[in-house]
């Protein structure tokens, strides 16, 4: 395969969003990350924060336990996409939605299994992104079903039970990513052609994840719109810095917020405000429905659940060892 010249690489690594959820990238080129500084009110740094303008659309801490965990409404989800510049016209049909997390559809160049495992971290996704009150799961923990909610935090439960970061990737040096959470896999699946045409640019995606599935579907099946509205959004200017955090972020994915009182909190990454917007943006485009479920608000990790993310060795814990501060 024939190498790209130094300064197309260079512009598409810088076109590489790997956020911890869903990450489609904006294939025209270089964005840039400027180093914004953040307003005081947000409490996430400059790159955790994202750009200004935006900044105060994000979730804010849960000031009362009702707040914890509670969906936008269907207005304010509206009212947000318009503000970040997606038309609720542009976001794929119920139908379209529909046959995509059905694998139907299936854009050339592309396997049926290849199609079904696309749908299938699109659902596992886009459930762990919009884990409020409104959209709860299932874990059995002890040989008992138990509800899971934990959206604020910008945590989730794995289905082996253990207690993670949705992008949390216990090795990100692994060729095949197999430990890596649904969440982080499907960068591949939103991946710009850029990075499927050149892999020398990235990791090769894992086995059986078809990389740049998603871009080629709604290619295929009348959702350009879509892509293109998603492209013209804020999805752009926020992606970078998403994909910075991240970076930054480690094994655990986690991230210090100061609040105004000099007081601080631990959150997963999901609920930093670029990567919120970023993920949000994301839904939207596939459901608007859905992305209403996006938690409102932010809440503080427990320090002891923190703190014991921090010390494994791979960024879990069992959620059977921790579940009391987070359920009654």
Known sequence: MRSLPQPARTAAKACVASVAALALVYGGGAVSVSAAPAPPVTGFNPTNAGPVKYQRYAPTEANRATQVNAPLTQKEADRLARIFGFDKDKAFTKKQYAAYLAGKG????????????????????????????????????????????????????????????????????????????PVRQINWVLAPDAICDYPDLAKEPPAGVPCGYMGAWMRSNKARDTLKELYTSAYVQEAPYASKSQEAAGIPQLIDVVRADGSAATVGVPVAPAMWITNYLLVYAL????????????????????????????GQVAYADYMEYFTD
């Open 106 to 181: 299936k854009p050339a160049g592309y396997t049926q299994a290849e199609a079904a495992k696309a749908a299938q971290l699109t659902r596992l996704s886009v459930g762990y992104l919009t884990n409020t009150t409104g959209n709860t799961y299932t874990r059995i923990i002890n040989g008992e079903k138990v509800t899971v909610n934990l959206g604020s935090y910008g945590l989730i439960v794995s289905e082996d039970g253990m207690l993670r970061v949705p992008a949390n990737c216990p090795d990100p040096s692994s060729p095949d990513f197999s430990d890596c959470s």
């Open 287 to 314: 459901s608007p429905e859905t992305a209403r479920m996006m938690p409102a608000y932010w809440a503080p990790i427990p320090e002891e659940v923190a703190s014991a993310l921090r010390d494994s060795a791979n």
